[in-house]
C-alpha cells in the first residue's frame, strides 16, 4: 500500500510538494529532466543542473538553460539561450522565474 501510495505522490506531485521537496533536499522520482534540472537549481546546485540540461534539445531545455545562465549572472550567455527558446528574459526576480518555470514543468 505505501509503495503505491509514494508512486501516485511522485506522479502527482504539485507546486508545494516540490517546494518541500528542495527545502528537505530528499529528491523525489522525477520523471521529467525539466523538474529535475529545476530540483538541481532550486537546491543550489546549479552545475549538477546544469550538466542535467546543456545538451538537452530543443525549446524547453533551452529555457532552462536560459534561466541557469541568469542565476549564474552570464547575461549574454543567457540572451543566447532565451533567444534559442524563443523567449525573452523575464523582469522578474530569479525566484519567480524558477517558481514559474516549476510550475509550467509540472
Given at each position: ?101 516549476v510550475?509550467r514543468?509540472?
Amino acid at each position: 500500500f505505501l509503495a503505491k501510495l509514494i508512486d501516485y505522490f511522485y506522479q502527482h506531485m504539485n507546486f508545494d510538494g516540490f517546494i518541500q521537496s528542495v527545502s528537505t533536499g530528499k529528491l523525489p522520482g522525477l520523471n521529467s529532466i525539466y523538474l529535475e534540472t529545476l530540483w538541481y537549481a532550486g537546491t543550489g546546485n546549479w552545475n549538477k543542473a546544469h550538466e542535467l540540461i546543456q545538451d538537452e534539445p530543443g525549446k524547453d531545455a533551452a529555457l532552462l538553460h536560459a534561466y541557469l545562465h541568469r542565476v549564474e549572472g552570464d547575461q549574454w550567455n543567457a540572451e543566447y539561450w532565451y533567444r534559442k527558446a524563443g523567449e525573452k528574459c523575464p523582469s522578474s526576480g530569479l525566484q519567480e522565474e524558477w517558481q514559474s518555470l516549476v510550475k509550467r514543468y509540472l
